[in-house]
């Protein structure tokens, strides 16, 4: 219980901090963003300090196609950084995106680095060019033995 105790107070500093980082990214409003996002909700959302953790996005019109989602990425970027940066993640909910490829088309649009995957799995799958796929491999077989009861 005082892990979890930690973990808030340091959560709530984290969240404090980026606030104070992220204000004027906030208050600025593209003109787009709030035709095109409504706020949702979801299962363990919680609100720290006025803003929604996770803050989930779903579409407000019924042009929910990926086209219409990277337009809408594009024109709301800066407001949508400024999001992230305070709610510490952003879901994208209820919006076509059917395939890698149109995924790919979303992340592409906030315009950010590629982070590279490094641990001691296998890697996993690129599909397009940025999206992966997380288990596309079985488990290998040293780590399978691993977990199974040595018989004495």
């Known amino acids: 219980m005082a892990a979890l105790e930690a973990n808030r107070g340091w959560l709530q500093a984290k969240v404090s901090i980026n606030n ?3 204000t004027d990214a906030t208050t600025q ?4 963003h709030g035709d095109f996002f409504r706020v949702g909700e979801c299962e363990g959302q919680k609100t720290i300090d006025g803003e929604r953790m996770p803050l ?3 579409p407000a019109t019924t042009h929910k196609d990926h086209e219409a989602l990277v337009a809408a990425l594009r024109a709301s970027r800066e407001w949508l950084e400024g999001k992230v940066i305070a709610s510490s993640a952003v879901l994208l909910r209820g ?3 059917r395939d890698a490829m149109e995924f790919d088309a979303v992340v592409e649009a906030m315009g950010w680095p590629d982070i ?3 641990g ?3 890697p996993p799958k690129v599909h397009p060019d940025r999206a992966k796929a997380a288990a596309d ?7 399978d033995r691993a977990t199974r009861r040595r018989r004495i």
């Open 29 to 32: 409003t593209p003109p787009r």
């Open 116 to 118: 590279r995957y490094v």
């Open 95 to 97: 919006f076509d995106v």
């Open 120 to 122: 001691p799995a296998d």
């Open 137 to 143: 491999r079985a488990t290998p077989v040293a780590a």
């Open 20 to 22: 104070a980082l992220a």
């Open 56 to 58: 989930v996005l779903n």
